[in-house]
C-alpha cells in the first residue's frame, strides 16, 4: 500500500520539478500548492508512524515487566528508535497544540462532529491530497475505502461527490451531492451540494431546474457566491457556460 502512494507521491514531484524552472505567476502558484500536499501528506505518513512506533515500543516495555514470560535478551528491533521517535512525537504534538489553539471555535466545533474510525480518517487523509493535486482517479480509489467504512461520513461523501464531478462522472457524482445534502446540517457544505446539483443540470441543458438548485445553494449559505454567479451564467445563456463546481471551497 505504501508503495504505490510514495511511488505516486514521487512521480508527482518529479513532475513538479521539471515544470517549476518553466512557469511563472499563476503556474508557479498552482506547483507551490502542490509542493505543500505533497508535504502535508508527508507529514502525515511520519505523524501515523510515530504513533505505530510509540505503541509497539509500549509493548515490547510491557513484556519487560512480566517476570514470567520469557523475553529474548536481545534489544527488540525497535528499541533503538523508540526513544528517538517519542522525542520527535513530542516536538510534534506541541506544535500541533500551538495551530490548536488557533483554530477559530467553529471550526473546533466541526471536528468534534466528524467522529469517524481511524482507518476511515486516513483513507479520507490520502484522497483529500490526491484530490489537491488533480489526481481524481487515486483519491476516488482512497475516497472509495473510507465511504465503505463509514457510509455516513460527510467529509468522505463531499470529497467523493466533487472528485467525480472533475471526472465528468455525473450519475454518480449526483447521487453522492444528494446524499450529502441529506445527511450533513453544514451550511457551505448544503451550499455546495445544491451547486454542484444545479452544475450537474446545466451540462444536461435543464437550465430552469439549474437555476433552481442554485437559488437553494444561495439560501442555503448566502456567503457561498459561486450559486450566483452560475445563476447568472445559466440567465445569460451566452454561449457555452462557463460553471463553477465550488471545488476551491475544498482547497482553502
Known amino acids: 500500500m505504501f508503495a504505490h ?3 505516486t507521491m514521487n512521480d508527482k514531484l518529479d513532475e513538479i520539478k521539471q515544470l517549476y524552472p518553466r512557469v511563472t505567476g499563476d503556474k508557479r502558484d498552482h506547483l507551490n500548492k502542490q509542493l505543500e ?5 508527508s507529514d502525515s505518513i511520519v505523524e501515523h508512524w510515530l504513533l505505530f512506533e510509540e ?29 528517538a521517535s517519542k522525542e520527535l512525537q513530542a516536538s510534534q504534538a506541541e506544535q500541533a497544540a500551538d495551530k490548536q489553539m488557533s483554530v477559530p471555535a467553529e471550526a473546533a466545533k466541526e471536528q468534534e462532529e466528524w ?16 484530490f489537491k493535486l488533480h489526481m481524481f482517479g487515486h483519491a476516488e480509489d482512497e475516497l472509495h475505502k ?6 455516513d461520513c460527510q467529509l468522505a461523501r463531499l470529497f467523493m461527490a466533487m472528485t467525480l464531478m472533475h ?15 441529506s445527511l450533513t446540517d453544514h451550511a457551505k457544505w448544503r451550499a455546495i451540494g445544491y451547486n454542484a446539483l444545479g452544475c450537474i443540470q446545466a451540462v444536461h441543458m435543464n437550465l430552469e431546474l439549474a437555476e433552481q438548485y442554485f437559488l437553494k445553494a444561495h439560501d442555503a449559505d448566502p456567503s457561498f457566491a459561486d450559486s450566483l454567479i452560475n445563476l447568472k451564467c445559466c440567465k445569460e445563456r451566452n454561449g457555452s457556460l462557463s460553471l463553477r463546481f465550488g471545488s476551491a471551497e475544498l482547497i482553502r
Request: hydrophobic share 45%.
Open 37 to 41: 500536499v505533497l508535504k502535508a501528506m
Open 5 to 7: 502512494l510514495f511511488a
Open 146 to 151: 473510507a465511504i465503505n467504512l463509514s457510509p
Open 115 to 130: 467522529n469517524f474510525p481511524s482507518d476511515t480518517a486516513f483513507f479520507i487523509s490520502k484522497g483529500q491530497g490526491y
Open 55 to 83: 505503541k509497539l515500543a509500549d509493548f515490547y516495555d510491557d513484556l519487560k515487566m512480566q517476570p514470567a514470560q520469557k523475553v529474548s535478551q536481545q534489544s527488540p528491533p525497535y528499541a533503538a528508535s523508540a526513544a
Open 167 to 181: 471526472m465528468q462522472r455525473w450519475v454518480d457524482a449526483e447521487k453522492h451531492f444528494q446524499i450529502l445534502i
